[in-house]
């Protein structure tokens, strides 16, 4: 059966002592039953605070592992299309986001599933990072939280011609851009100089270049320097930004995100793929999988149109659209190599 655990979602995982086949083996030293019982300290009860609300949050998101047979059963017979994450989804967040690599394992998944269905990623990064990053063909990126998108054909009920351009790639295919904010890309140059310069002394900080968008990364800043009450990196930005009324900002996992103050983000993003793939029918199930805040809109893009399954890509409870969830990458990669099995046995049952 697909999607099974060995290890169940009710075992505890801070219990100490090694997991095996589903079960805890504790050392044997430790098993006395004549001890008295030892009271809990105030850590006990916060650890199974913590579990009972992961607990309660798991079963509103399922996981996305556990419930894959059930989950395929329901779109038996229907078209699907897979639209990913970059950062923590394909790759863990790491401190220097310039060392956000894939495992060979991971990118193996991602080409299987490309394989057997068509097959998108949707990323706050700039689209040329990403793709440096995935190093896989036939797969279709979108950059700038989906500002930056590379598509088969032009779509007219998204901008008609005004923001399509067509290029020739390095291997000489003529493909179409669709860039929806291009306009403010002098601007978004100009933030980043200034951004760049007025956080230069804030030791840790890092300020990200991703075209239609700018990344501040703050993982790396002591909390000493970013004072949680005062908060001087996210002071700069909004002073920066008082001369940029058509700019907004954005927090993501321990970045803050500047982008143009247009009516787009990944849900659109979403939207505009299934278009241009043409695959924007009833018979369409679009799976999406994302860890971030901005995830979130295309999460509510699925659950708006009512055929889809959004995941989340998280470890603790958060407030999300998701219908399911998955722990972290490492469940993301069984997912999709789930998946594409399910392509192949399908193929193999029709046959």
């Known amino acids: 059966m697909i999607g099974l655990h060995t290890i169940p979602r009710g075992t505890n995982p801070t219990l100490e002592g090694s997991i095996s086949m589903g079960f805890v083996h504790l050392p044997s030293q430790t098993l006395d039953m004549d001890m008295e019982p030892i009271p809990k300290t105030k850590f ?38 897979v639209f990913l994450d970059y950062d923590g989804t394909l790759s863990d967040i790491v401190e220097d986001p310039d060392k956000a690599f894939m495992t060979e394992t991971m990118r ?7 394989e057997c269905y068509p097959t998108a990623i949707i990323s706050g990064r700039r689209r040329e990072k990403v793709q440096d990053f995935v190093k896989l063909d036939d797969i279709y990126y979108a950059g700038s939280h989906g500002m930056d998108i590379i598509s088969p054909v032009c779509s007219n009920r998204f901008g008609g011609q005004e923001h399509h351009r067509r290029v ?21 140059e100009g933030i980043f100089r200034l951004l760049t310069t007025r956080t230069k ?12 968008c700018v990344s501040v990364h ?116 069984q997912f999709l190599q789930n998946l594409a099995r399910w392509s192949t046995n399908s193929s193999l049952g029709n046959s």
């Not at 020739?168 to 978004?188: C, M, S």
């Not at 002394?201 to 239609?212: C, L, M, P, Q, T």
């Open 218 to 333: 703050f993982r790396c800043v002591h909390q000493k320097v970013i004072r949680p009450d005062t908060n001087a990196l996210k002071e700069v930005v909004e002073s920066v930004l008082e001369d940029y009324p058509d700019f907004r900002v954005t927090r993501g996992k321990k970045v803050l995100e500047v982008r143009p103050l247009i009516e787009w983000d990944k849900g659109h993003a979403l939207e505009y793929l299934l278009d241009t793939l043409g695959f924007d029918s009833s018979d369409v199930v679009p799976i999406y999988l994302g860890d971030d805040r901005t995830d979130e809109d295309a999460f509510k893009m699925i659950t708006t149109r009512g055929e889809g399954y959004p995941i989340i890509v998280s470890s603790v409870p958060k407030e999300t659209k998701a219908s399911h969830s998955l722990r972290d990458t490492k469940e993301v990669m």
């Open 108 to 114: 193996s998944a991602v080409r299987e599933v490309a």
């Open 201 to 212: 002394n804030i030791k840790g900080s890092r300020v990200e270049d991703n075209k239609f």
């Open 168 to 188: 020739v790639d390095e291997k000489g295919n003529e493909i179409v851009l669709f860039q929806p904010a291009a306009d403010f890309l002098p601007k978004v």
């Open 44 to 81: 006990d009860e916060r650890e199974d605070a913590i579990w009972d609300s992961y607990s309660s949050w798991i079963m509103e998101h399922p996981s996305a592992l556990d419930e894959f047979e059930q989950m395929m059963s329901a779109i038996q017979n229907k078209k699907i299309v």
